[in-house]
């Protein structure tokens, strides 16, 4: 093998490849004013990535129906939109981020999405931990915007507090508002058990019941967490107290983790009695209700912000808009409605302000929607840019031989804080917070019965 | 032996003195994202990867826990210096007393790990890593009160002065982790021709023999584990101000196999290998994740784990054995199957010179 010239011509390769490299990364970051550059980080793998596709088709819906976007592939959205426009800026999707539920690889999408790619304004992320990182980056990034998907842990908002951070959805807790009162006062629990994926959005799913059953009276007399995503759980159920020695289980098992959690149980201490045992959003959303529902007919589970099956004329509205650019997914679906409102926020906001971004943000900022009149009902701002917003516990039915879930009742306005139950100043949710202590919730005795999709005001 | 000055030593000095120049003026021609997010982070994966090639060149051990004393190093640092975070301790000491901390605390840490592994070899040595790396993971994951999955952020704010704002002036952070990368490069290459160096690659090709001579093998092993250990605490403070968060997941299982890749591609006999090792991987992890690769599917795993494949089988001593071999006519130099244990004594650093 002849390698002489090679031994001069690699080294100079290497150094002229790695400069025009370093050349392109360079140029590609060059702003154009005539676009607005939008990132989305939703999640492709773990526990969650089947929701990728949906959260992304929520988010162009929004596009398409208030900015005049197309979208490119009505069944698959991250094949991209073409045209439309915020503040008359041509909107330019830079790119989807894929995360896994850490903080670790959202904060590298998101890294490679505002910086590498150069979007100015991010939609996302989906969970939790991931969205207390982007609140911590946001913060340090002050002169751009981050719209939160459906991350629900306490903190992003309530400790983070980034200016240029708004979450148009409720937190884990406040999705469960409701759950605590069923539980003392319908199905008449007072020690029960907790069962709660181990980081922030378990422990903040975890937080709403625990608040709410404890002001009631109730007791919880074993908290188990388990690792997401995780797929053996049997060491985890043997952990919990056997049916017979608890009144109830509160269930905050999430994503790929619900049905394999539940199993884990039924071989453990057999089928499980639907009046013992109250889920969280997880039992109904993200394909879950079809293998829960059949063992589960009758048993409670919180909401996701949304009212599945309402038949206000608010909802109805929205549905029809919701469901006209991607038909193939379920509007009334948290991974849907919570990433919707954002974006529509958004085109409120980008034509009040003319699509004017200059000066930091600013203006964007005071643009946002403080109140946004969304299809189930008003979300508020507070002061920190968090939702209040009703909230919607639920409940498997059996209908016409068929089994799914409906809301039973309707919880107005429900703030982060459970009427000061939680501050800036109170721990965190955790493996130990919040504690069992009797309190007064606003809410209490309050809920708003709901039949038929119906509000019984 | 005395190599004197070769052509390729030349050529290999003026290739360095290039590199060197492009990137000490580098932050005035780049994009901040290629500061921060691809040289920045070449140089603390290279530092990282640099304390497991160091281990394997000369010490002939092949580290799986190099992840974790990083990681140990970040999360100390992070626990130490935070106020306010939203996880750890937040025990608000001075910055640099963090720092300190935080290097003493990984270094001990790794001369326990080191004593633990050091008389074991081979595929026993590379196990007993792995569960340290594996146990490292894991001890962070679940102990809340250190971390938790959603680990500790805004330590970039309690970060020395000399480290500034890295979203605002991203090429302070750049120019420190510049300087300790090629402080560890000089300083690696000081190390292995002192006596203590000599022995160390001695005690790799000849333990037996070494060990009848009078040397305390297990002993040399352990400060040798020792010192990488400190490496790799360097490139985790870096790392824990680069990313302004320290989570399990910067040190899983995938972290692991990720410096292993990095230091493969690079080249397990030479250091420099390190950091051309972690250039790669990081524009690869940026640049081509998006590629498409018929039937299998796409995305980075995929790609990367092809360039491993192609590594492992034309060059297995990585870029750096591709560019010796150039030099040696096309000649490989050991046996390829062997990796592990005929890279380490075909370094060319291997012998005195």
Same mark, same amino acid.
């Given at each position: ?34 676009? !607005? ?16 596709? $949906? ?102 908002? +309530? ?88 009144? =109830? ?174 501050? $800036? ?33 | ?28 021609? +780049? ?14 994966? =290279?530092? /990282? ?58 270094? /001990? ?22 569960? +340290? ?29 000399? !480290? ?11 120019? !420190? ?72 997941? /910067? ?16 080249? +397990? ?85």
């Amino acid at each position: 093998m002849k390698v002489g010239k090679w031994k001069f011509l690699l080294p100079l390769g290497l150094l002229v490849a790695g400069s025009a490299v370093a050349t392109s990364g360079a140029l590609a970051t060059s702003a154009q004013s005539s676009e !607005v550059k939008i990132a989305i980080l939703s999640e492709c793998k773990g526990a969650f990535g089947g929701a990728y596709e $949906e959260q992304i088709g929520a988010v162009q819906a929004a596009f398409s129906q208030y900015a005049g976007a197309k979208p490119k592939n009505k069944k698959k959205p991250s094949a991209g939109i073409t045209g439309g426009a915020l503040g008359g800026k041509t909107i330019k999707i830079v790119g989807y981020g894929c995360g896994d539920e850490t903080p670790a690889l959202a904060l590298k999408e998101t890294r490679r999405l505002m910086e590498q790619l150069g979007g100015e304004i991010m939609i996302g992320p989906l969970s939790g931990d991931e969205g207390v990182a982007v609140a911590n980056y946001a913060k340090a990034h002050p002169k751009q915007t981050f719209l939160n998907g459906t991350s629900g842990g306490q903190q992003t908002t +309530l400790k983070v507090r980034a200016k240029n951070f708004f979450r148009y959805n409720g937190d884990g807790a406040q999705w469960n508002a409701g759950t605590g009162e069923i539980a003392y006062k319908r199905l008449g629990w007072r020690n029960a058990a907790i069962i709660m994926d181990d980081y922030s959005f378990g422990y903040t799913s975890g937080a709403g019941f625990i608040a709410e059953f404890c002001a009631w009276g109730g007791k919880i007399s074993k908290r188990v967490f388990v690792p997401s995503p995780n797929t053996d759980y049997s060491s985890y159920v043997q952990q919990l107290p056997a049916p017979d020695k608890i009144d =109830g289980y509160f269930w905050v098992v999430g994503g790929s983790g619900t049905g394999p959690s539940v199993k884990a149980f039924t071989q453990a201490f057999g089928p499980m009695d639907p009046k013992k045992v109250i889920g969280n959003l997880f039992f109904a959303f993200l394909g879950n209700d079809k293998e829960l529902a059949p063992q589960l007919v009758g048993a409670y589970m919180g909401g996701f912000g949304t009212g599945p099956g309402l038949q206000t004329p608010a909802a109805k509205a929205y549905r029809k808009l919701a469901t006209k650019w991607y038909p193939d997914f379920n509007p009334d679906d948290g991974f849907y409605y919570n990433w919707w409102n954002p974006a529509w926020a958004l085109t409120t906001a980008m034509d009040k302000i003319n699509g004017d971004l200059s000066g930091g943000h600013q203006k964007l900022w005071a643009a946002m929607p403080r109140v946004l009149n969304a299809g189930f009902g008003k979300i508020v701002l507070d002061k920190n840019r968090q939702a209040i917003q009703d909230q919607y516990p639920i409940r498997y039915v059996k209908k016409g031989g068929a089994i799914t879930f409906e809301v039973i009742g309707l919880i107005p306005q429900v703030d982060q804080t459970f009427g000061g139950q939680f501050s $800036e100043k109170t721990p965190s949710p955790s493996r130990a917070a919040p504690a069992c202590k009797k309190a007064k919730l606003p809410w209490m005795n309050k809920i708003i019965p709901v039949k038929n999709g119906v509000p019984q005001r | 032996m005395t190599k004197g000055w070769t052509a390729k030593r030349i050529v290999e000095r003026c290739v360095g003195v290039v590199v060197l120049v492009f990137v000490a003026i580098g932050p005035a021609a +780049l994009t901040d994202y290629w500061v921060s997010s691809i040289l920045t982070q070449t140089f603390l994966l =290279g530092i /990282a990867a640099a304390s497991l090639i160091f281990l394997s060149a000369y010490g002939g051990m092949i580290s799986l826990a190099q992840t974790a004393i990083f990681g140990i190093a970040g999360f100390a640092l992070a626990n130490l210096v935070t106020t306010d975070a939203t996880g750890g301790q937040n025990l608000g000491w001075n910055p640099w007393l963090g720092v300190a901390g935080a290097i003493v605390i990984a270094t /001990a840490i790794a001369l326990v790990f080191g004593a633990l592994a050091s008389r074991s070899l081979g595929i026993y040595f590379l196990m007993i890593t792995l569960a +340290l790396g594996v146990i490292g993971f894991y001890f962070f994951l679940q102990v809340d009160k250190l971390s938790g999955r959603a680990g500790i952020p805004t330590i970039r704010a309690h970060a020395p002065s000399i !480290v500034g704002d890295t979203s605002a002036a991203p090429e302070r952070l750049y120019y !420190v982790a510049l300087v300790l990368a090629f402080a560890v490069y000089v300083v690696i290459r000081y190390v292995v021709r002192t006596p203590f160096g000599i022995a160390l690659q001695g005690i790799r090709d000849e333990p037996v023999r070494m060990a009848s001579l009078g040397y305390n093998v297990p002993v040399h092993r352990m400060l040798a584990f020792g010192l990488a250990g400190f490496f790799a605490s360097l490139g985790g403070v870096l790392y824990a101000w680069w990313n302004d968060l320290m989570d399990p997941a /910067a040190i899983d299982l995938n972290a692991i196999v990720s410096l292993l890749v990095v230091a493969v591609i690079g080249g +397990l006999g030479r250091i420099e290998g390190a950091w051309l090792g972690a250039f790669a991987f990081i524009l690869i992890n940026n640049y081509v994740r998006d590629i498409e690769v018929p039937v299998l599917g796409g995305s980075f795993p995929t790609v990367i784990g092809f360039i491993f494949l192609a590594i492992v089988l034309v060059s297995p001593d990585g870029l750096m054995g591709l560019w010796d071999r150039v030099w040696s006519g096309g000649r490989r130099r050991g046996d390829p199957p062997e990796v592990a244990v005929d890279v380490q004594r075909s370094a060319p650093e291997a012998s005195p010179s």
